[in-house]
């Protein structure tokens, strides 16, 4: 099984920050990793697909990168409906989530 | 658009069978991969499996044992058997729409409010 390791579990920000969460995966996986938000009793909502695509309606605030095995989600301007948990989930052999993230109040 | 809604029991006893039907409205249901994910309370996802129109299925490795899934492409729906289960199967069951972009990459791009399924006697 590929193992999905986040970084940070949490963190703290303000609105405006910059903030970066990190997806590490066990193997290789190409650029088979996505991204999603959840809010709280809400279903997931996908953010980026194929490692660095912006979903279509996704602000532009939203980025990421990585391939291989690091991954990155970047908020360049954390605004107040960003508050969320964020999801890493590969695709490259059946599937796994990461942990989570949550990004909370400052 | 594509719109997605789960159904079924709340509550299910242990050793029993959890079943579950998400239908599909706004869009085809003979195209992409249909989806389930499941969410323990303040826990993480798990994938469980899918299921496409030609009956072929992917489970997850841990859950396969127990899960059976099937398509109805008549009521636009598909569904989700879990046997046996126990209170570790406690969760909020999410059916999702999966595709495939570019160079293959797989993602949930639609996805269902949820389901809480609460296994207790």
């Known amino acids: 099984d590929i193992q999905m390791t986040q970084s940070p579990s949490s963190l703290s920000a303000s609105v405006g920050d910059r903030v970066t969460i990190t997806c590490r995966a066990s193997q290789n996986i190409n650029n088979y990793l996505n991204w999603y938000q959840q809010k709280p009793g809400k279903a997931p909502k996908l953010l980026i697909f194929a490692a660095s695509s912006l979903q279509s309606g996704v602000p532009s605030r939203f980025s990421a990168s990585g391939s291989g095995t690091d991954f990155s989600l970047t908020i360049s301007s954390l605004q107040p409906e960003d508050f969320a948990t964020y999801y890493c989930?590969?695709?490259?052999?059946?599937?796994?989530f990461g942990q989570g993230t949550q990004v909370e109040v400052k | 658009q594509v719109h997605l809604q789960e159904s079924g029991p709340g509550l299910v006893k242990p050793s029993e069978t959890l079943s579950l039907t998400c239908t599909v409205s706004g869009g085809s249901i003979t195209t992409y991969y249909w989806s389930w994910i499941r969410q323990p309370a303040g826990k993480g996802l798990e994938y469980i499996g899918r299921?496409?129109?030609?009956?072929?299925?992917n489970y997850n490795p841990s859950l396969k044992s127990r899960v059976t899934m099937s398509l109805d492409t008549s009521k636009t729906q598909f569904s989700l058997n879990l046997s046996s289960v126990t209170a570790a199967d406690t969760a909020v069951y999410y059916c999702a729409r999966e595709r495939v972009g570019v160079a293959g990459n797989w993602h949930f791009d639609v996805w269902g409010r949820g389901s809480l399924v609460t296994v207790s006697s």
């Open positions: 989930q590969q695709s490259y052999s059946s599937r796994t």
């Open positions: 299921i496409y129109i030609s009956g072929s299925t």
